[in-house]
């Protein structure tokens, strides 16, 4: 079946450690979002990817970095991961860049600070 | 600002009853609008979208919705409620951009 893949599902880091969450597709999808979901609250998206394009949500923090080596795949690097920075992480893809277009969720990577 | 209004971030209904959750939109132009379900630790997943021509639209599951323009309103509901629709409920639209923006989830829990 054609899917969204994350990796780790849980994940745990040290206060100021570098971590990366990764995510991969087989949909074939041009477009890839990375969301945070803090407990109890909607998803906020921190960027997306149109094909190599990138597009960064103008209050997601610079310690949030990513990466598209190629279609299939998608990382969201964590420069020195905080307290504030556990979340739940959820990796989508959409077909196309346009308004009507479903977007498929992972199933999460959870990642806790120590 | 546009936006997307859940209201209710609980809702208990009985094993077998009418599950009705809430979702008004504020926009000056036709939106595009969603339902996501989240199970616990898990991704979100599409139940329906209405994106233009009929207003009830059906989704996965047993659930639907109606977009009522006359309202803005765009509430999901399914006719009997079972022990697995237990979850978190987002409704969403994207006001003609391609970025979804969630309203803040209604969480459903069904009594046995």
């Known amino acids: 079946d054609a899917m969204v893949i994350q990796n780790p599902r849980y994940q745990v880091t040290q206060f100021g450690k570098p971590v990366t969450l990764s995510c991969s597709q087989t949909?074939?999808?041009?477009?890839m979002y990375w969301y945070q979901q803090k407990s109890s609250q909607a998803p906020k998206l921190l960027f997306h990817?149109?094909?190599?394009?990138?597009?960064n949500e103008a209050d997601t923090p610079d310690n949030f970095q990513s990466r598209r080596p190629n279609t299939s795949f998608c990382f969201l690097d964590i420069r020195s991961p905080g307290l504030g920075d556990a979340a739940m992480y959820l990796c989508a893809t959409s077909r196309e860049n346009l308004y009507q277009e479903t977007q498929y969720f992972g199933p999460g990577t959870r990642l806790l600070v120590l | 600002a546009q936006s997307v209004t859940q209201l209710g971030s609980h809702v208990s209904v009985s094993e077998g009853a009418l599950v009705l959750l809430r979702c008004n939109y504020s926009?000056?132009?036709?939106?595009?609008l969603f339902w996501y379900v989240q199970y616990p630790n898990q991704g979100l997943q599409l139940l329906l979208k209405y994106t233009t021509g009929a207003t009830l639209v059906k989704g996965i599951n047993g659930f639907e919705a109606e977009f009522k323009k006359s309202e803005t309103s765009f509430h999901l509901t399914k006719p009997s409620a079972h022990m697995s629709d237990a979850a978190e409920y987002f409704c969403a639209t994207n006001f003609g951009n391609e970025k979804l923006t969630f309203g803040t989830g209604t969480r459903l829990t069904i009594i046995p």
């Open positions: 949909l074939n999808h041009n477009v």
């Open positions: 990817y149109y094909d190599k394009d990138f597009n």
């Open positions: 926009s000056s132009v036709p939106p595009y």
